[in-house]
């Protein structure tokens, strides 16, 4: 059998177009779709070929659409080829990147925090054995 692999993931954010262009311009990815969503909200789903995120907003989601970090959601962890590339580009959109570092037997990695107060950890493999 075939290993079970994360296809998607699904948060409600308050402007999907603006995360989904930070999506892109940070990691790459395309819009795969979007539309209308449940109880007239809209959604887009920004990602790869293989898996994405879907990113929600229902009637009336606004920047104090009152967001907390970590409920219920703790993180986001994408994998990236050059993890310095990619930093450099969160420093440009205006985001702190944080906890800079390696855990063992854990990739290089750092966070950053978006507008909506969603948590990512971007994480890179590259030159380990």
């Not at 948060?11 to 990815?29: C, H, K, Q, Y």
């Not at 293989?50 to 907003?57: E, H, T, V």
């Amino acid at each position: 059998m075939a290993q079970p692999r994360i296809e998607h993931v699904n948060i409600t954010v308050s402007n999907p177009g603006r995360a989904a262009d930070l999506m892109r311009r940070l990691f790459g990815w395309r819009i795969r779709w979007e539309g209308p969503a449940r109880d007239n909200g809209r959604t887009i789903h920004v990602g790869t070929d293989d898996s994405y995120i879907a990113l929600y907003a229902p009637p009336g989601a606004g920047p104090d659409y009152g967001f907390s970090q970590g409920q219920p959601l703790n993180h986001i962890g994408v994998e990236v080829e050059d993890l310095a590339a990619v930093e450099a580009l969160v420093l440009a959109e205006g985001f702190e990147p944080r906890f800079q570092g390696v855990y063992q037997p854990g990739p290089a990695h750092f966070y950053f925090t978006d507008h909506d107060d969603i948590e990512y950890e971007v994480v890179s493999y590259a030159g380990r054995a």
